[in-house]
T-cell receptor, first 116, second 112 residues
């Protein structure tokens, strides 16, 4: 079975600084990987996804993530954050085999707190 | 209206009340999900419906009863809830089971 680990429960960062939110997964089969963002009092919104192809994935709001199979990681990065990026970020994985996909497994989330 | 909608957005109920949460998706998806999100806890998958059939029930107490009358609508019927059931309840849908999920805004439930 697959699992997702987000080691950092909270990441404080100053505005305009770069940020990296870490995500590691475990799975014995191929995976699809996702990053979701949740703003206060809202549902989850997809930031970006990796299904296949280029390991560097660009998403909305200037975020990008890199799939590293050897390190089983899918870290999220942004070169310069804004106050409006303050939110909870969730990494998720689903296993794929035989042309079918399994359910999404979510990490515990990382709160990105951008300070002025 | 587009995407996934949920009503009501906020709900306060007593432990003896009966209420229902509604979710509607306008995306033509075949799978729908109920999640519970409590403070300081991981997102918990409660139920999964695939082509209107329940395919997953993650040991959810019977005081939560899902209903999926068609592939666009999903309900969560609530009765005799406990204060620890207070949480944000999120509905999601996906084209196929396991694909990228689209979430609604959630219903903030408070049980007194």
């Amino acid at each position: 079975a697959q699992s997702v680990t987000q080691l950092d429960s909270q990441v404080p960062v100053f505005e305009e600084a770069p940020v990296e939110l870490r995500c590691n997964y475990s799975s014995s089969v191929s995976v699809y990987l996702f990053w979701y963002v949740q703003y206060p009092n809202q549902g989850l919104q997809l930031l970006l996804k990796y299904l296949s192809g280029s390991t560097l994935v660009k998403g909305i709001n200037g975020f990008e993530a890199e799939f590293n199979k050897s390190q089983t990681s899918f870290h999220l990065r942004k070169p310069s954050v804004h106050i409006s990026d303050t939110a909870e970020y969730f990494c998720a994985v689903s296993a794929t085999y035989g042309g079918a996909t399994n359910k999404l497994i979510f990490g515990t989330g990382t709160l990105l707190a951008v300070q002025p | 209206e587009t995407g996934v909608t949920q009503t009501p957005r906020h709900l306060v109920m007593g432990m003896t009340n009966k209420k229902s949460l509604k979710c509607e998706q306008h995306l033509g998806h075949n799978a729908m999900y109920w999640y519970k999100q409590s403070a300081k806890k991981p997102l918990e998958l409660m139920f999964v419906y695939n082509f209107k059939e329940q395919t997953e029930n993650n040991s959810v107490p019977s005081r939560f009863s899902p209903e999926c009358p068609n592939s666009s609508h999903l309900f969560l019927h609530l009765h005799t809830l406990q204060p620890e059931d207070s949480a944000l309840y999120l509905c999601a849908s996906s084209q196929e089971y396991g694909n990228e999920q689209f979430f609604g805004p959630g219903t903030r439930l408070t049980v007194l």
